[in-house]
Each structure stands twice: as C-alpha cells, then as structure tokens.
C-alpha cells in the first residue's frame, strides 16, 4: 500500500525585476536539508547554487532562476522561507551609538525590494554618447566568480555584462551583439568620471530587504536600521 502524499499549499508572488506572477509552494523538508548543507559550508557560491536549486523545485521550473538578478533571488527566497518555516527570523543588529548587537524579530513577509525606474538606467556618458544599463543575471554574477580572472578583471566582466545597450546620437548598439572584449574595450575608453558613473550603478544595484526599528538593550538608544541581503537575514 502506497504511503499518503500530503497536500501542499500554493502562493503567488510577482518577480522584482520583472513584475511577473508567478505561483509557487514552500519548500519541504528535502529542500531544507540543501539549504542547511549550504549554509554550513559557507561558501557563498554553494549557497547561490542551492538557493537556485530550491527556487527552481518550489516553481516547478516556470520560471528561468539563471536568468533572476541576484535580488530577484534573495525576494522569492525570503518568500519561499516565510511561507515555509515561518514568517519571522531572528537577526543580530548593532546599535548605531554603542554598537552592542540586539537580536530583532524581522518579518520576512514585509521584505521588498525597490527597483529603479526605467529612466534611471540610462547614463548619460557625454552629449551625444551614452549606455543602457541591465542588472546582471545570477548566472552572470556565479559564471564570473568562478572564472580565474583576478579581481579587477571580474570587476570589469560584470560591468560589461551589465550593458544592455550603447547609444551615440541616434545609433544604438545592442550588447548582445557585442563581444565580451569589445565592450571592455568601450569601458577601458571611458575616463574616471565616465567609469564610475557606470561603476556607482553596479555598487548600488538594488537588494532585498526592510526597515525595522529596536530599542538597544544596551544603551537604550532608539534604531531604526534597514537590513537587506542575504547574509544580514541569516547572519
């Protein structure tokens, strides 16, 4: 006789970069123990890998996880966990007067993520001469770290990948027709003021998080702290 399955509940959510819905169920006790093995290793790109593998499996593959930007993957993971283990996570946060790390309740349900007008990724690079900028995808993000590349050539890669298109005047030129080297080429033509216009979009790209507030046990100073990342929700 076969063993009773059990019914599992279904959410919907829509995706950050994209403002699609998508349905989606908690993850069950199979999933969690990838997640657990993850986090022991501490190792990041093996934490990616088996938040993308849960996602995939809580989706049922409708959507593509290679191609979410890191913060469409912290935003459905927060909501798979709120769904799954419980709505509230308990955080270490310093107090910005004395420092003392308070423990705070956050309500993983109220985790959002504020995207950028259209607008606000274009860059003006001169009168004539600018870029449309993308968010890199998590299989960009995963494909770069793994590379052999020093540094500061990861750093260059990911700007590059973040390039959706290039304009002067009213020619436009798509990246995807574009080499990884010819767009390197275009970065390194850049000068400082130009490169960090493009460098300050990649440094604040956008990230799952929320704002909560906290009376330091400590010195009773009164907090309010946004957290956001994956890193500050299960620190």
Same mark, same amino acid.
């Given at each position: 006789?076969?063993?009773?399955?059990?019914?599992?509940?279904?959410?919907?959510?829509?995706?950050?970069?994209?403002?699609?819905?998508?349905?989606?169920?908690?993850?069950?006790?199979?999933?969690?123990?990838?997640?657990?093995?993850?986090?022991?290793?501490?190792?990041?790109?093996q934490m990616v890998r088996a938040?993308?593998?849960?996602?995939?499996?809580?989706?049922?593959?409708?959507?593509?996880?290679?191609?979410?930007?890191?913060?469409?993957?912290?935003?459905?993971?927060?909501?798979?966990?709120?769904?799954?283990?419980?709505? $509230?996570?308990? @955080?270490? #946060?310093?107090? =910005?007067?004395?420092?003392?790390?308070?423990?705070? *309740? &956050?309500?993983? /349900?109220?985790?959002?993520?504020?995207?950028?007008?259209?607008?606000?990724?274009?860059?003006?690079? $001169?009168?004539? @001469?600018? #870029?449309?900028? =993308?968010?890199?995808?998590?299989?960009?993000?995963? *494909? &770069?770290?793994? /590379?052999?590349?020093?540094?500061?050539?990861?750093?260059?890669?990911?700007?590059?990948?973040?390039?959706?298109?290039?304009?002067?005047?009213?020619?436009?030129?798509?990246?995807?027709?574009?080499?990884?080297?010819?767009?390197?080429?275009?970065?390194?033509?850049?000068?400082?003021?130009?490169?960090?216009?493009?460098?300050?979009?990649?440094?604040?790209?956008?990230?799952?998080?929320?704002?909560?507030?906290?009376?330091?046990?400590?010195?009773?100073?009164?907090?309010?702290?946004?957290?956001?990342?994956?890193?500050?929700?299960?620190?």
């Amino acid at each position: 006789m076969a063993l009773p399955k059990l019914d599992t509940p279904r959410y919907e959510m829509k995706i950050p970069s994209t403002a699609k819905k998508v349905v989606y169920r908690p993850y069950l006790v199979k999933e969690e123990k990838i997640l657990m093995l993850a986090m022991e290793s501490n190792d990041q790109k093996q934490m990616v890998r088996a938040l993308k593998d849960v996602v995939n499996s809580c989706t049922e593959g409708l959507i593509n996880v290679d191609e979410l930007t890191m913060f469409d993957l912290e935003y459905v993971f927060m909501q798979l966990r709120s769904k799954s283990s419980g709505e $509230t996570t308990e @955080v270490n #946060v310093k107090c =910005k007067s004395c420092e003392t790390k308070n423990s705070v *309740n &956050v309500n993983l /349900s109220k985790v959002d993520v504020k995207v950028p007008k259209t607008a606000e990724l274009k860059i003006k690079l $001169t009168d004539k @001469v600018g #870029v449309v900028m =993308k968010y890199p995808s998590v299989n960009d993000m995963i *494909n &770069v770290q793994d /590379s052999n590349d020093n540094e500061v050539n990861k750093v260059f890669t990911i700007i590059a990948k973040a390039i959706d298109s290039i304009y002067s005047g009213d020619e436009i030129f798509d990246a995807k027709e574009q080499s990884i080297d010819e767009l390197k080429d275009f970065i390194d033509s850049l000068n400082t003021e130009q490169f960090n216009k493009i460098k300050n979009f990649i440094e604040n790209m956008p990230s799952a998080g929320t704002m909560i507030s906290f009376e330091c046990s400590n010195c009773s100073t009164h907090n309010d702290v946004e957290i956001k990342g994956l890193a500050n929700f299960f620190s």
